[in-house]
């Protein structure tokens, strides 16, 4: 196994040859199919990784929140797309200001989105551009059949200050064929009534790799590909030489033969479970399992182990959800292949307005 | 039910009317055993609210890492007890650092520990206070019997530059039995072949309520009571009208009668369930269940309720545990019954070293 560099512990460590090798694969696969990457910058929060992407070919950014896409946009990111329902006077208010810096587009599946929106940009130069949110199978937002699309896609090619720009869908995992299914009806359907539907817009890394040729999909929008994380190898969408990022820590007691107990809790890995056994794999000792967490231990069970860390060892845990990871850290450390390269601030951490 | 100042979506709302009460309960509590109360900042994570808490009579903080000290250090504080096995060059060095602008004690349950911090402070011109860390029963840290917690209180007391000062714990639920077992037996052992063993530190809000009048503890060490959460209301350990933090929050979608959809998930509220169903209690829809979280989105059912909030109403939900929620916001609101008051800045959020 590579070492990793000696950084204080918890830390995070990215490698940046497996962050430059995600993003080429990713762009070279919707290149060959004909299908635009957006990538998501939740996983990374990072300027510096969105400005890899770009340069790489994504033919924009999405972001999750406003105040994601403020600070990426401030960066000169000129191109946003916003997967949320946004409303309120305040979000509205500083998404008209971005609006002036950058093509924005935002998603709604209801009325009262809508003419929030709409309030907000009637006197605007541009009108913002808006795709219907649309629920394929993941029973999260969108509206639910494609008639439904294409009602509220009226709605807001009748709104002042909006334009109706398509449709967008998080996919359930390998929902492929709901989101043909319900796209291609929507679509037609919008073609009908309001004359254009220009953007299919889909995403997810764990359906990233089954992603058909010849779907009705203009646009692909995956997130945690730039790192991988152990939840995507337990699902078969990557391998462990294609996780980039891994939580350093320190053995800090031995209790009893059987346990450890690591320098790294929720705090530092999340709770998330996403469906696995255990809170992150030991990436040196496979057979140890995190079986469980307070807020600043990690609490370790060896008896499956030959060989048990001791303590004031270092250890790398690749975690089971890199997004929500990145996200309790303010800076992170780069290296390639275990050589050190740099610490930097994460951008937009914490950024959930 | 009393209204929430209209902050922005999702925001943590501290309710300082609330903390005063609570802050005043537990020191009366332990004023009157006539043991010393040293709370544990982990929970709120702000130099102001540890100015109150020293300000009704604790002795000092306690902290979990050492980049928590140095925050409330450098605010003032000068008793820092940090209930962690400290290892490695950096924190150690940070240790010694500190150990010029306050009284700070750590723990320590194995010998390496002790070695490295005895080699720290060889040459410090006042010693290190060392408690011996026992598990009494929560399989985290801790000597495993009072044998062992002598015989580490005696290698301390033998290396340069430390100090024993008595033994620590943090017991497992309502464990106090257990605890004054061990603590008994070790403070007596202790005695015999150290002479001394001045403090017996305790802890943990669940079992607060519970602590036992004449007790060999001389200190307890709460953090959650400050605020208390929905896993302290189910263990029966506060009342709702003793939570002081609630995240405000907005329904942006309405996907079907029986669902809603919130702009706070898993990076506002955290995964941890804490035993209990559901990802918080929302404090104005009782029967609603927060079933799912992605990591900006809030899963409701809604299929219990009778009355079922709108797209664009703000709900306000109590957390399962507030520790990990005030860590990922950067800036929390206090209010008192509603009444805005100030916004914050969380001083240590993400100091996890």
């Avoid at 056994?277 to 496979?286: A, E, F, M, Q």
Wanted: aromatic share 6%.
């Amino acid at each position: 196994m590579p070492g990793f560099p000696a950084v204080e512990t918890p830390g995070v460590l990215i490698d940046e040859d497996i962050v430059d090798r995600n993003i080429a694969a990713a762009q070279a696969q919707f290149d060959r199919l004909g299908v635009a990457l957006r990538p998501h910058i939740k996983t990374h929060k990072l300027v510096r990784f969105a400005r890899k992407q770009l340069g790489a070919g994504a033919t924009g950014i999405t972001c999750q929140k406003t105040s994601e896409a403020e600070v990426f946009v401030n960066a000169g990111c000129r191109d946003v797309l916003i997967t949320f329902n946004i409303l309120g006077a305040e979000k509205l208010a500083r998404l008209r200001r971005l609006s002036e810096d950058a093509t924005i587009t935002v998603v709604a599946d209801n009325e009262v989105v809508v003419r929030g929106l709409s309030q907000a940009f009637a006197d605007a130069g541009t009108p913002l551009r808006v795709l219907v949110e649309c629920d394929t199978g993941l029973a999260r937002c969108g509206v639910q059949d494609p008639e439904a699309a294409v009602a509220l896609a009226r709605i807001i090619a009748g709104s002042p200050g909006l334009t109706f720009a398509g449709l967008m869908t998080y996919p359930a995992p390998n929902g492929h064929e709901r989101v043909e299914d319900f796209m291609v009806a929507a679509k037609s359907g919008c073609l009908a009534a309001v004359g254009h539907c220009d953007v299919v817009s889909s995403g997810g890394t764990p359906s990233m790799k089954s992603f058909p040729g010849g779907s009705v999909v203009t646009e692909y929008r995956p997130g945690t590909y730039i790192y991988n994380d152990r939840s995507l190898v337990a699902r078969g969408a990557c391998t462990p030489a294609d996780c980039a990022v891994g939580v350093a820590a320190t053995v800090v007691s031995r209790p009893t033969p059987d346990r450890a107990v690591l320098d790294s809790g929720s705090k530092a890995l999340s709770s998330d479970l996403l469906g696995l056994s255990g809170y992150g794999l030991l990436r040196d000792y496979p057979d140890a399992v995190i079986n469980g967490l307070s807020e600043e231990h990690g609490h370790v069970d060896l008896s499956a182990c030959a060989r048990k860390p001791e303590v004031g060892e270092r250890v790398l845990i690749i975690p089971n959800h890199v997004c929500v990871v990145t996200n309790l850290f303010d800076r992170v450390h780069l290296h390639r292949g275990g050589r050190f390269v740099e610490t930097v601030q994460v951008d937009a951490r914490g950024r959930v307005f």
